[in-house]
């Protein structure tokens, strides 16, 4: 017999508190079941451990290896299972999937986990392509926070690529599959762990340096793929001659952002020391913080002024629903992620409309959706406000101070510490400083570690003061 469902469970099978009601998937370490659990009348998904190449299933429903040759393997495994069960029942996060139990029965392993409404990535955006970068970034972001707790905790996923990523019928994003997790630093317990076109390339031979940076590759693959719609060439395709396409030559820049293209391609470097290090790395690359200072000009007789902008300003709960609702009716439920996260930056309605409205694909559509929502321009109570109570223009950007050779400099400094980004940083920093001295200390908030941050801020003191 092989692993499929001639093997299977049978409806209504109890096993413990939970009858098996159907099978939802066949994989090559084992099938997973829709069960309810009869204490609590709710409904679970339920892995079970059966590699196909192997184990068989008995009359008596039991788990066992086909021969004495397999049974070392078949241990192996059943260890490896186990190992999983543990480290996602150790994890508490919204965007991971929950393991709510497990045991052993019938010669085998169970873990039960919650039941997940929803679609794989891969098929949720089979309808969607392309993805606006807001929509990607709603998706990428809980994730990454996810992964960082992950991370935290010493454990790397090592398998991440958009078949073990679904998406719930609310839009959100839940993170699966942890059977290739281990503890990070111990390369050599690590397997060989290889899914073709996401896992870097330490994780094609047992001794490679895996950390963090493997899983931010593999998460890199998945973004690249989202944003060009091709899978990533194989790790090992590209060690003689990488054939890969840059995300950032290739990706639609009408649609993507430089910050965006830049940080898929930092996270595929080929080689682990020029890859973000941490999820807080990657995420900043992502997303570069907003200057929270917006300067604009008052007439000649008075001086420029500085307004320091809140973090956030609350808009009005049922009027922001209100945009999320009409947004769902053009892009489906990912509008409450995408409307949550917009939310938090605009300071009117009408901006907050404005923004949502970019994911909308069809012209006329978004036209009507923004008249729908264009007549609220007015800011809620404690955002910015200029001269007689109204919020001053943004002034326009400004042309860089510093020459090429000084910015070449800087980038090459700050290259040390976080990779190829540090272009990007830069040039985002010049914009803002009025000096040397500043634009060194800008850039010195991307640097993770304190004790390096301190010797860079030495560092680029010394040299701003022989300016």
């Keep these: 017999m092989t692993a499929g469902d001639d093997v299977a469970l049978p ?67 059943l260890s490896r299972f186990m190992d999983e069960s543990r480290t996602l029942a150790s ?41 606006g970068e807001r929509t990607v970034l709603a998706i990428a972001g809980p994730l990454l926070d996810g992964l960082d707790l992950i991370h935290r905790a010493g454990f790397i996923h090592r398998d991440i690529k958009p078949g073990n990523i679904f998406m719930r019928d609310d839009g959100s994003p839940v993170l699966l599959d942890f059977g290739s997790a281990r503890m990070s630093g111990q390369e050599n317990a690590l397997t060989a762990i290889v899914s073709a076109g996401y896992a870097p390339l330490e994780q094609y031979h047992t001794h490679g340096r895996q950390g963090p940076w493997s899983d931010l590759y593999a998460f890199g693959g998945v973004l690249y793929w989202l944003v060009t719609g091709t899978k990533p060439v194989d790790a090992a395709a590209r060690v003689r001659e990488d054939a890969l396409p840059p995300a950032v030559q290739i990706g639609d820049h009408a649609r993507y952002s430089q910050n965006l293209l830049t940080a898929i391609d930092w996270a595929l470097s080929p080689n682990e020391e020029q890859r973000p290090q941490s999820v807080a790395a990657f995420r900043q690359a992502l997303v570069p913080s907003q200057d929270t200072v917006i300067v604009y000009e ?20 049922e009027a922001v629903k209100r945009i999320e609702a009409e947004l769902a009716r053009h892009i489906g439920p990912i509008a409450a992620v995408i409307t949550k996260a917009a939310a938090k930056k605009a300071v009117t309605l009408a901006a907050l409309a404005e923004t949502v409205a970019k994911e909308i694909e069809d012209d006329k559509e978004r036209s009507a959706f923004l008249r729908k929502f264009s007549g609220d321009k007015s800011t809620p109570t404690g ?85």
Excluded: C
Aim: hydrophobic residues 40%; proline residues 7%; aromatic residues 8%.
């Design 383 to 467: 955002s910015p406000s200029g001269p007689a109570g109204t919020r001053p223009p943004q002034a326009p950007t400004k042309a860089s101070r510093f020459d090429p050779q000084t910015l070449s400099v800087a980038e090459a400094a700050l290259a040390k510490y976080i990779g190829v980004v540090a272009k990007v940083v830069v040039k985002r920093a010049a914009a803002k400083a009025r000096d040397l001295r500043e634009l060194y200390l800008l850039i010195a908030d991307e640097i993770e570690d304190q004790a390096e941050r301190k010797a860079f801020i030495r560092k680029s003191l010394s040299v701003s003061g022989r300016e």
């Design 91 to 131: 994890f508490r996060h919204p965007n991971i999937v929950r393991v709510m139990r497990f045991f052993q029965a019938n010669q085998t392993a169970y873990m039960v986990m919650e039941f997940v409404a929803g679609q794989p990535l891969s098929e949720w955006t089979r309808t969607r392509q392309p993805l």
């Design 11 to 77: 409806r209504g099978y109890a096993l413990n508190e939970y009858r098996i009601e159907s099978t939802l998937g066949v994989g090559g370490f084992g099938l997973t079941y829709l069960a309810t659990d009869s204490n609590l009348d709710l409904k679970v998904a339920i892995k079970e451990y059966l590699p196909g190449e192997l184990a068989l299933r008995g009359d008596d429903h039991s788990v066992s290896p086909k021969s004495e040759e397999t049974t070392e393997s078949f241990k192996w495994g």
């Design 298 to 317: 008052k007439p000649q007789d008075a001086p420029t002024q500085r307004i320091s902008m809140p973090a956030a300003v609350e808009l009005d709960h």
